[in-house]
């Protein structure tokens, strides 16, 4: 017979190196499902409530409190245990008056910073550009779609919560703020001094500086986060 369907379980090992667990407590882990994030780049929403938090023990408790409609995901209320989880989504649980915004750590692994109030907006990175019947689309990190917005793959758009609408877009370019999302500064912020063009054996790069220290990452690594300061939490 047939295999039909998703795999709900993964073996802890071949989890997404995002995932900030040991690989040790036990032999599986929840998959995450298709959606506004690939499996490589979240974490199911039941291991958050579960791990992260650590407001419950097993996941047949995280389930109970997500049927519950407790858990919203950037504002909206999510039930699915295994609904994807990514860089900069808000997780809220209002009735126990519990925050987070995800977020990386140093080790590039999602955790989460504590929010005192549950946030109204949220950046999203534009990732594709493309000329549809309807006029030109913008695709964002978190599958995200705007037609008729003027931005650039690179910018940034803070986004109304839970509307999802664009209340401003924030473009990739010298002076403004970064987040970096990989390599050995990942999770640090620090502003855009120049963009330093590839060739065709070397992509093209970003140089940063944070206080006196300057370096290089690729265009890639590279998530606009604001313009004279940070729209989002981060850890430094």
Known sequence: MGKKGQDKRTKTWNMSKVVNTSRKETAWTITPKPGPHTKETSVALGIVIRNYTKIVKTMNEAKKILTN?????????????????????????????????????????????????????????????????????????????????????????????????VSEVIEFKEGNLAYITKGAHCSQTAKIVALVKGTERKEELVKLQKGKEEFETILKNVYIIGKDKAEVEVLN
């Open 69 to 165: 409609g407790e858990v919203k995901v950037n504002g909206v209320i999510r039930k699915e245990h295994q609904f994807p989880v990514g860089l900069f989504d808000v997780i809220s649980i209002p009735k126990q008056k519990l925050f987070y915004r995800m977020i990386f750590d140093e080790k590039g692994r999602l955790v989460l910073a504590t929010i005192e109030n549950e946030p109204k907006t949220k950046i999203s990175k534009v990732i594709k550009k493309v000329m549809t019947k309807k006029g030109l689309q913008l695709t964002t990190n978190d599958s995200r779609t705007f037609i008729g917005v003027k931005a650039n793959v690179g910018d940034a758009l803070k986004i109304t919560l839970p509307e999802g609408k």
